[in-house]
T-cell receptor, first 114, second 111 residues
Framework: DVKVTQSSRYLVKRTGEKVFLECVQD?????MFWYRQDPGLGLRLIYF???????EKGDIPEGYSVSREKKERFSLILESASTNQTSMYLC?????????????FGPGTRLTVT | SQQGEEDPQALSIQEGENATMNCSYK?????LQWYRQNSGRGLVHLIL?????REKHSGRLRVTLDTSKKSSSLLITASRAADTASYFC???????????FGRGTQLTVWP
């Protein structure tokens, strides 16, 4: 079974702090994704990566950056957290871009910025 | 926007009844996928249907796809209380691997 883990289930940070959200997958997947989920808005893609050190912007990249130094790990960074970044953050992975594959999701990190 | 749109937003039924959720989208797709999310958890993939397929089954799930109408439906037969969750459709367009999720249908199944 594919397992996608996220470093924290709940996180509380203060405005202006730098925040790191970590995601690890154990199935040698090439693609990794970061989404945020807000009530009434569904899932919105922040960034994705299809290879080590490669990244692509999603629909809402402003205020975020990412890092993928190793294939299994994809980090989301909030450079200076703001209250409008309070949300549920979901990481996902999929096998490759050579054909269509399903995405496997982690349990999510509920981030509160005060 | 390439985001799909589910209908209804919320659905409440009794155990044993069938549940039908619909998804509409605006652009051409490679495939459409359905996911389930239990309260406060990550999403779980249910079924993938490709643009050249019209119907697919998996256990109690039946998915149809009508590319001419740009719509899909998810049917859950003989619902159980454990089916209570949010259901999302997601479309994959020209960028392989990238999915566009809808806002979801909240299904409640009463025992």
């Amino acid at each position: 079974d594919v397992k996608v883990t996220q470093s924290s289930r709940y996180l509380v940070k203060r405005t202006g702090e730098k925040v790191f959200l970590e995601c690890v997958q154990d199935m040698d997947h090439e693609n990794m994704f970061w989404y945020r989920q807000d009530p009434g808005l569904g899932l919105r893609l922040i960034y994705f990566s299809y290879d080590v050190k490669m990244k692509e912007k999603g629909d809402i990249p402003e205020g975020y950056s990412v890092s993928r130094e190793k294939k299994e790990r994809f980090s989301l960074i909030l450079e200076s957290a703001s209250t409008n970044q309070t949300s549920m953050y979901l990481c996902a992975s999929s096998l490759s871009l050579t054909r269509s594959y399903e995405q496997y999701f982690g349990p999510g990190t509920r981030l509160t910025v005060t | 926007s390439q985001q799909g749109e589910e209908d209804p937003q919320a659905l409440s039924i009794q155990e044993g009844e069938n549940a039908t959720m619909n998804c509409s989208y605006k652009t051409s797709i490679n495939n459409l996928q359905w996911y389930r999310q239990n309260s406060g958890r990550g999403l779980v993939h249910l079924i993938l249907i490709r643009s050249n397929e019209r119907e697919k089954h998996s256990g109690r799930l039946r998915v149809t796809l009508d590319t001419s109408k740009k719509s899909s439906s998810l049917l859950i037969t003989a619902s159980r209380a454990a089916d209570t969750a949010s259901y999302f459709c997601a479309t994959e367009g020209s960028t392989l691997g990238r999915l566009y999720f809808g806002r979801g249908t909240q299904l409640t199944v009463w025992p």
